[in-house]
């Protein structure tokens, strides 16, 4: 899933250890600029995967994802998600998330899922404190 607090990830070049150990170099990750969740992009997960076994195995401390699988496609997936005017501006929280989380608000409600209605006014109540924040 590349949204994540109410609006698209956006992509970053990261070293990442893998389970075993290794480090994998130009992983490009789909970070949150609002909550700072952060994963591996999905497009790639498999090629990374059999990247940092491949690593694991042959008993290699590091290696670079980009060389083993191509630039362009490391390229293609910083382009798939940019920057956004919460990168760019430094800011956590958009009137946009707020909007949206709110509409997804009206439809749990129409649909009767109190449960994700909770997890939405949960979210609604951490954006108001990361907007209390970012205007300090």
Same mark, same amino acid.
């Given at each position: 899933m590349d949204i994540c607090c109410?609006? =698209?990830?956006?992509?970053?070049?990261?070293n990442?250890?893998?389970?075993?150990? /290794?480090?994998?170099?130009?992983?490009?990750?789909?970070?949150?600029? =609002?909550?700072r969740r952060s994963q591996i992009s999905p497009d790639i997960l498999f090629d990374y995967q059999m990247y940092a076994y491949y690593c694991e195995t042959d008993g290699a401390r590091s290696g670079s994802l980009s060389k083993a699988i191509g630039e362009e496609k490391i390229l293609h997936q910083l382009e798939k998600y940019p920057?956004?005017?919460r990168i760019q501006q430094k800011?956590?929280?958009?009137p946009e998330q707020i909007d949206n989380t709110l509409d997804l608000m009206n439809l749990a409600d129409l649909i009767g899922d109190d449960r994700?209605?909770?997890?939405? /006014?949960d979210r609604i109540t951490h954006f108001s404190?990361?907007?209390?924040?970012?205007n300090d």
């Open positions: 109410g609006l =698209t990830m956006v992509a970053r070049l990261e990442v250890y893998s389970e075993g150990g /290794v480090l994998i170099q130009d992983v490009p990750l789909l970070v949150c600029p =609002t909550c920057e956004d005017i800011i956590r929280v958009i994700w209605h909770q997890e939405l /006014v404190r990361w907007i209390h924040y970012q």
